[in-house]
């Protein structure tokens, strides 16, 4: 099992990214992703999960209405596509199978973690 993010960088507030998690060793159809980030000094934090039951995802308060999370089954990739940057947004980013059914928003839910994205948000 692995799992691999990409497409982080430095962009200016107000600007878009999108986040790439390619997975492998497991089909989306039957484990949920979560994305996580970490700033330097600050809890890591859950921002948003796919669930592979078909719920809604979940989205942290911080996030909602500027971040969407999708899942292309085909690719085996997770999208998370980010709008309307904030300098707060800035932190390493890394995506994370969860083990139980479900978006459990916990890191002990977590079985397998990827590596890391790093997105700064500055001018």
């Known amino acids: 099992v692995q799992l691999q993010a990409s497409g982080g960088g430095l962009v200016q507030p107000g600007g878009s990214l999108r986040l790439s998690c390619v997975v492998s060793?497991?089909?989306?159809?039957?484990?949920?992703v979560v994305w996580f980030r970490q700033a330097p000094g600050k809890e890591r934090e859950a921002v948003s999960c796919?669930?592979?039951?078909?719920?809604?995802?979940y989205y942290a308060d911080s996030v909602k209405g500027r971040f969407t999370v999708s899942g292309d089954n085909a690719k085996s990739t997770v999208y998370l596509q980010m709008n309307s940057l904030k300098p707060e947004d800035t932190a390493l980013y890394s995506c994370?199978?969860?083990?139980?059914?479900?978006?459990?928003?916990?890191?002990?839910?977590?079985?397998?973690w990827g590596k890391g994205t790093q997105v700064t948000v500055s001018s």
């Open positions: 994370a199978r969860v083990k139980y059914y479900g978006c459990v928003i916990d890191t002990s839910a977590v079985d397998y």
């Open positions: 796919i669930s592979n039951s078909g719920a809604m995802p």
């Open positions: 060793g497991f089909a989306l159809d039957y484990y949920s």
